[in-house]
């Protein structure tokens, strides 16, 4: 047996009339699709059933696979708690995947698990389905920070794993679109939101993966999306198969986008080799690119390359504009594989004798020590582009009254703990939420006494 088939579902806890009390009925098309998808899924009584939630525990270089032989959980932070589910693990089929994933080289696993209460990315579809049907078992899994064809692989792994235990297997993509579509969302409004949710569904609805995976990142980051990666994870279930695709509804007046749909594999296609040919297409846009890149970008590329090549550092190069090589200034420099960061250092004060030299020595920091991922190497090398900051000096102010999130970065002290962030970042909105994140860097808690510093930047890139 195989994946009879595969959904895409949203996770509004309101959904559940227990807690929407009333306010479901603003989004009754959703409601309506949801229950004809657990129609459908009573009629096609699949063994297994895979949820793929964004709410689970997340890390940044793995996919976690929810381990054990059962698991629980209720609505009890949405204010019901006897709203109460309980699912039985298929082990056979979450220790396939974890083996598959391992010989593909692919990070995933069932270790880490910090909380077995399932979210309510789970819980949300799990109601609808289990009204008309309960005779399955479950496998959780969750996104991580790793890049778009990353989760698209790990779809792929999850295949071969079913394929591999003959499961009958039906796979739930838990996935809310924007959450910035207007008054009465959470996060405000955003265009990106709306061009988001309409890139989304034009693509799942003609089953068209190769256009899902080349969504710009900027505008899923301005999006506040979440269910972006569930999604791609369920494409790469898919890969190589014809694709039925059926979008039920979609809805977005609560200002959070709510989608949909069904795919349905329709036969073998090595012609829908979806990856292959995106892995072909990202070092064409990274030449692109690169050919549009100043001499700031260009200066942190040479030096990664250089380093990487050589194992040696670079020599601060001739010809550069003379602001490089006459002024100092701290400099951050941030390295990007597929829209997704995989490497940031900076400096808040000069530590070399020119902004030059402090590029070529973040740069290769940025690429090779910044412990939170793996040292790039040299088959990283085209698929890369850079982001070069240019600090001005910091100056202390007396509250955040005078910060500004996109104007300023905010540079936060406790003692000796100090955290810096940049300004103009996508997803922060607001003064607060920089602070806090800032805070959150360097150790700093709530109720600390702190001061604070504000910065300009001159960004390349």
Request: contains cysteine; proline residues 4%.
């Amino acid at each position: 047996m195989s994946i009879v088939k595969a959904f895409t579902l949203p996770h509004p806890p309101l959904a559940i009339p227990a807690v929407g009390r009333g306010k479901e009925y603003e989004i009754s098309k959703t409601l309506a699709a949801m229950d004809e998808v657990a129609g459908q899924i009573a009629a096609l009584a699949p063994e297994t059933i895979i949820y793929i939630t964004p709410h689970s525990i997340l890390y940044s270089d793995y996919f976690h696979i929810s381990p054990g032989g059962m698991a629980s959980g209720d609505l009890g932070r949405f204010g019901c708690p006897n709203v109460r589910f309980d699912t039985i693990y298929d082990e056979e089929l979450a220790d396939e995947i974890e083996r598959v994933a391992k010989y593909n080289d692919v990070l995933a696993g069932t270790q880490g698990e910090k909380d077995a209460r399932l979210d309510h990315g789970v819980t949300v579809p799990m109601w609808y389905i289990n009204r008309r049907y309960t005779d399955y078992q479950s496998v959780r899994v969750s996104q991580s920070g790793m890049s778009p064809s990353e989760h698209y692989l790990f779809g792929q792994v999850i295949a071969k794993a079913i394929e591999n235990t003959d499961r009958k297997t039906v796979v739930i993509a838990s996935s809310d679109l924007s959450h910035k579509l207007g008054e009465k969302s959470p996060y405000g409004f955003s265009e990106d939101g709306l061009k988001f949710d309409d890139a989304f569904v034009d693509a799942i609805s003609e089953g068209d993966f190769f256009e899902l995976l080349k969504m710009p990142t900027d505008m899923r980051e301005k999006a506040a999306e979440c269910g972006y990666n569930s999604m791609l994870i369920l494409a790469g279930c898919l890969d190589k198969q014809n694709v039925e695709a059926d979008l039920l509804s979609y809805e977005g007046q609560l200002g959070v986008g709510y989608a949909v749909a069904s795919f349905c594999a329709a036969g073998f296609n090595a012609e829908r080799n979806i990856l292959e040919k995106y892995v072909e297409y990202m070092p064409d846009e990274s030449r692109k690119k690169q050919n549009a890149e100043d001499e700031y970008q260009k200066l942190a590329r040479q030096a990664l390359e250089h380093a990487i090549k050589t194992d040696e550092k670079m020599n601060t190069p001739g010809g550069l504009p003379v602001d490089m090589t006459s002024k100092r200034a701290g400099v951050f420099v941030s390295i990007h594989k597929d829209g997704m960061l995989r490497g940031c250092i900076g400096t808040i004060a000069p530590t070399t004798a020119s902004i030059a030299e402090e590029i070529v020595q973040n740069a290769i920091s940025a690429g090779l020590s910044d412990n939170r991922f793996s040292p790039i190497d040299a088959d990283e090398m085209c698929y890369l582009s850079y982001k070069v900051d240019i600090l001005s000096e910091s100056e202390s102010i007396s509250g955040v009254e005078e910060l500004d999130v996109k104007k300023y970065g905010v540079i936060v002290t406790s003692g000796r703990k100090r955290g810096l962030l940049l300004p103009n970042l996508d997803g922060i909105d607001c003064v607060d939420e920089q602070i806090r994140i800032a805070c959150g860097k360097a150790g700093i808690t709530k109720g600390d006494k702190i001061a604070l510093e504000r910065f300009e930047v001159i960004r390349h890139g």
